[in-house]
């Protein structure tokens, strides 16, 4: 947990003194999953409400909550997972609901509502979305605001949060933003590119989120979050290139694109949904910024103050940046900021990740099969198809890289940090992994890794990843332009260090 988060909020108790019981719904979503890791680590007991508790079971959390199944449609479900709770977090929305998404939402709401009533909760709290209120709103933005009028209404006392775009990897709104930005250099925009907007950082909206337990009024009131600047999309596009180390963006906007032609063109260029984009798109004509500031006189900024839109994408990208790419593998791991991806987002989260995996089963032992992994490369080459391996570094060396005149400093034996060939090992665990950074030019960050783990028989199961992140629209041209030399490359290399099928490389 990222201490800034919590930082100077009390725990809120219920009246026998102890840690108050926050039922979460909405798990799955972006800021559910995160808000449950926060609370756990803040001390609270969290039950889930979940439609499908088995899409659950790959959070690391799971174990650590109590979990009630049931559809949100379903008012004595919703009763049942209410039942002794304290604090209500109202994060259902049904954005990616193709028809009539606002009549669902909103009886959604009110079944809440009645249910929140009936169980005496002491407090519900919604995350909505923020826009100006006297222009006239998108459907989704007017679906958010219409669910924070009937909870305030059910008798339940009901803090609603609105926030604009939230700055977070998961996030669609940054997502969009991310994958616009880093694919086009150049870009033709909707006129929506200059309204105003306040971004705000996810770790701020989980502080709010998580301070709103403890307020001691009975508060039944809107506010307003955002983060401390007040810029247009353009601006965001500009920074976030400049942040993600990209080249200068150019950006003309257009007043005859419609949002209907905008949400066609992010759904080719990005990959995050059709119906999410236009319903994201159609509300970016709102200027989201904050009425006023009346929030802090309830929760105070963390130290340090609040989170800049710079810094937020900064932390957004802090696992590429230091290339630690392991939460990619394994949804056991869990990290540490809630800037960065988790396993259980989207397969459109996170940015753009190419790989190319590779899987061989054989009968030699573990310990035979990484004296392979671990004297791959120079002198030794790396499979049947090393001819392309030293292809690919006389290309490098061409445009001025190194190519593969760095050799092995030892022919058996690696140590962490040395350079072998035209990588860098990055990471040693034997006799299980063996992660190579790439060190040869590229538009983009790549990694070789190879993973040995023991069969039942006594055998090895290896595993091979190549990883890739693409910067810029030149990076993506780059994965497809090589890929057809992986079906050469890559499963010879995979076979060699399971079977021995090495050829040297020539000298």
């Known amino acids: 947990m990222s201490k800034d988060i919590t930082s100077g909020l009390e725990l809120a108790r219920n009246a026998k003194g102890e840690p108050a019981l926050c039922l979460v719904t909405g798990a799955t979503g972006y800021i559910g999953g995160r808000l449950i890791r926060e609370l756990l680590s803040h001390g609270y007991r969290v039950r889930v409400f979940a439609r499908n508790i088995e899409r659950l079971h790959s959070y690391p959390w799971f ?115 991310r994958y616009l930005t880093e694919r086009l250099p150049v870009m033709v925009t909707p006129k929506w590119v200059t309204v105003r907007i306040q971004p705000i950082a996810v770790r701020d909206v989980l502080r709010y989120l998580i301070g709103s337990a403890s307020i001691k009024e009975p508060l039944n009131q809107d506010f307003d979050i955002g983060g401390p600047e007040v810029l247009t999309y353009k601006d965001l596009m500009l920074q976030y290139a400049e942040a993600a180390g990209l080249k200068k963006r150019f950006i003309l906007p257009l007043p005859v694109l419609t949002p209907k032609l905008s949400a066609g063109w992010v759904g080719l260029v990005t990959p995050v949904p059709m119906t999410l984009a236009r319903r994201l798109i159609d509300s970016l004509k709102n200027e989201v910024v904050a009425r006023d500031e009346s929030i802090k006189k309830y929760i105070p900024d963390p130290p340090g103050g609040l989170t800049s839109f710079k810094k937020a994408v900064s932390l957004a990208l802090t696992r590429i940046k230091e290339a630690n790419v392991e939460t990619r593998w394994s949804n056991a791991s869990l990290p540490g900021s809630p800037s960065e991806p988790l396993p259980t987002d989207p397969d459109w989260a996170g940015g753009s990740l190419y790989t190319d995996v590779r899987t061989e089963v054989t009968k030699d032992s573990i310990d035979k099969v990484w004296e392979r992994i671990e004297s791959i490369g120079g002198d030794n080459g790396y499979s049947t198809a090393t001819w392309a391996w030293e292809l690919r570094g006389l290309m490098d060396r061409v445009i001025g890289g190194v190519g593969l005149r760095r050799g092995r400093r030892d022919e058996n034996h690696l140590i962490e940090g040395e350079s072998l060939d035209f990588w860098r090992v990055e990471a040693i665990d034997r006799p299980h992994l063996l992660r190579l950074r790439a060190e040869m030019k590229l538009p983009g960050l790549a990694w070789l890794e190879f993973k040995a783990e023991k069969t039942a028989d006594g055998g090895t199961k290896v595993t091979q990843r190549a990883i890739y992140v693409p910067k810029g629209l030149l990076g993506h041209l780059y994965w497809w332009a090589v890929l057809p030399m992986h079906g050469l490359v890559f499963p010879s290399m995979v076979k060699h260090v399971a079977h021995n099928t090495r050829i040297k490389r020539a000298k």
Do not use: C
């Not at 977090?89 to 079944?111: G, I, T």
């Not at 100006?132 to 958010?144: C, M, N, T």
């Open 63 to 177: 174990n650590q909550v109590e979990v009630v199944e049931g559809d949100a449609a379903d008012e004595a479900a919703v009763s049942r997972a209410l039942k002794d709770v304290n604090i209500a977090y109202y994060l259902l929305h049904a954005l990616m609901v193709k028809d009539a998404f606002e009549e669902q939402e909103k009886a959604w709401a009110e079944s809440f509502g009645r249910a929140a009533k009936a169980n005496h909760v002491s407090r519900i709290i919604y995350l909505g979305g923020m826009a100006e209120s006297k222009s006239k709103l998108s459907a989704h933005l007017a679906s958010r605001a219409e669910t924070g009028e009937i909870l305030r209404a059910s008798g339940v006392p009901t803090i609603e949060l609105r926030a604009g775009v939230v700055i977070g990897s998961g996030s669609a709104s940054f997502e969009m933003l």
